[in-house]
């Protein structure tokens, strides 16, 4: 086998075909998770819009980063049960880790590259420092470990509890545009933006391993990476 077959096997393995898997519910604990999900969708989405509010430096940014990654989490428990997720490997079933985590690296690697242009147009430049304000402004071990939690809780809810709650048919699509659409409570478009790309290869990943582990792995390698690199990049 050469490397780009078994690196063509990999992708696919990855992001799209689907591992088996047998996750059933009963149409009670499916209306029920629906439900769920849209309460904690929306008081999420507020609470995120209240927390990047805040002013760079604002002591109550880290409570309430706290609080809306505790929200997605307690939502995500409370609508069901949640998997991590299987992809296939030299014949046998194993939890998905390699993989998602150069995933993250390369994701981050692309935006990187990105910013190197969105820092030339001010109109972009702008609402990115916005967001990155609270990192040049923060204690950095605080927020590392909230970029770590609300990694973490971002995909317990939106590829755990959400994803489940759409159906099999159309939520890779349906949840990538939610996933953007709770970001609009920031009033942030570039935030929107990365919001819908991550989201759907999140989305992807979720889909073929049938859980949530390879799109929290990809997620906290990307954001933590993007945490430290992109404020020497992108300048005020």
């Known amino acids: 086998m050469t490397w780009l077959t078994h690196t063509r096997d990999v992708l696919a393995s990855s992001f799209v075909d689907r591992v088996e898997r047998d996750h059933q519910q009963s149409d009670r604990e499916f209306r029920r998770r629906r439900i769920v999900a849209a309460l904690t969708l929306v008081a999420g989405a507020i609470l995120l819009g209240v927390s990047l509010s805040v002013r760079p430096g604002d002591a109550v940014f880290y409570p309430l980063t706290v609080l809306v990654a505790l929200t997605w989490i307690g939502g995500a428990l409370l609508s069901g049960p949640l998997h991590l997720g299987w992809t296939p490997f030299r014949g046998r079933l194993r939890r998905p880790i390699v993989v998602p985590v150069l995933t993250g690296l390369v994701i981050a690697a692309v935006f990187v590259a990105g910013s190197l242009v969105v820092r030339e147009v001010p109109a972009l430049r702008d ?6 304000a609270h990192a040049r402004y923060g204690a950095i071990v605080p927020i590392t470990a909230i970029t770590v939690l609300n990694g973490i809780a971002e995909e317990v809810f939106f590829r755990g509890a959400l994803f489940a709650a759409i159906g099999r048919r159309w939520a890779v699509p349906i949840s990538t545009v939610v ?3 709770a970001t609009l409570a920031t009033g942030n ?7 819908a790309l991550l989201g759907l290869i999140l989305a992807l990943q979720r889909r073929a391993t049938g859980g949530i582990l390879a799109p929290i792995l990809t997620h906290i390698t990307w954001s933590t990476t993007m945490l430290f690199v992109l404020p020497a990049v992108v300048h005020p």
């Open 189 to 195: 478009p570039m935030l929107v933006f990365a919001a």
């Open 127 to 132: 609402p990115v420092n916005s967001v990155l």
């Open 179 to 181: 996933y953007a659409a």
